[in-house]
């Protein structure tokens, strides 16, 4: 069985430049996770889906970034514009429920210059 | 203020010995933990899990406790292997009030040949 596949696995962008990042869970899976991770730390939640909706948002800068989940499957995260404290890398994850433990992609690693 | 800590930002443990990781947490509504292994430019790999009802889960070389009165957990491998040279991330969750994964800094475990 397929994991989490995600793409590009590495972009680097000038600042103020738009980066769009793309996630394909699990299949099956309904709960969807956007994370973020900095050098030297664990990941940190930005968004979680379930199946189409964004349950848990609370930690996405709304001013610049932006996710989808169209038709409960695939996912896109977007940064516009992007600013040199975005370099990180982005972890999509999913899960077959909430309360279940979620399996990562191998991230995309995100460098502002 | 980190919910999960992980005071020891690396270890090294010499091939066939045990290796013992900590992670401590303030939140006492935390009543599920798992622990996740990275290697490098890859995402983190879901290793073992327990909840909050049981001190100890076992599962071949990885074992981890849970000390609720301490608010700590361990993860013990047993015997190392360097294949197990990687950074492992302690992850815990407040699953009956509905709260997401929150996850420690990692440990980066070298285990020597």
């Known amino acids: 069985e397929a994991g989490v596949v995600q793409s590009p696995r590495y972009k680097i962008i000038e600042k103020k430049q738009p980066v769009a990042f793309w996630c394909n869970p699990i299949?099956?899976?309904?709960?969807l996770y956007w994370y973020r991770q900095n050098l030297g730390q664990g990941p940190e939640l930005l968004i979680r889906y379930e199946n189409e909706e964004a349950v848990d948002d609370s930690q996405l800068p709304k001013d610049r970034f932006s996710a989808e989940r169209l038709k409960g499957v695939d996912s896109t995260l977007k940064i516009q514009p992007a600013e040199l404290g975005d370099s990180a890398v982005y972890l999509c994850?999913?899960?077959?429920?909430?309360?279940?433990?979620?399996?990562f992609g191998q991230g995309t690693r995100l460098t502002v210059v | 203020d980190q919910q999960v800590k992980q005071n020891s930002p690396s270890l090294s443990v010499q091939e066939g010995r045990i290796s013992i990781l900590n992670c401590d947490y303030t939140?006492?509504?935390?009543?599920?933990f798992l622990w996740y292994k990275k290697y490098p430019a890859e995402g983190p790999t879901f290793l073992i899990s327990i909840s909050s009802i049981k001190d100890k889960n076992e599962d071949g070389r990885f074992t981890v406790f849970l000390n609720k009165s301490a608010k700590h957990l361990s993860l013990h491998i047993v015997p190392s292997q360097p294949g197990d040279s990687a950074v492992y991330f302690c992850a815990a969750s407040a699953r009956n009030y509905g709260q997401n994964f929150v996850f420690g800094p990692g440990t980066r475990l070298s285990v020597l040949p």
């Open positions: 939140n006492s509504m935390f009543d599920y």
């Open positions: 299949s099956g899976h309904n709960t």
């Open positions: 994850a999913s899960s077959s429920s909430r309360n279940s433990e979620a399996f």
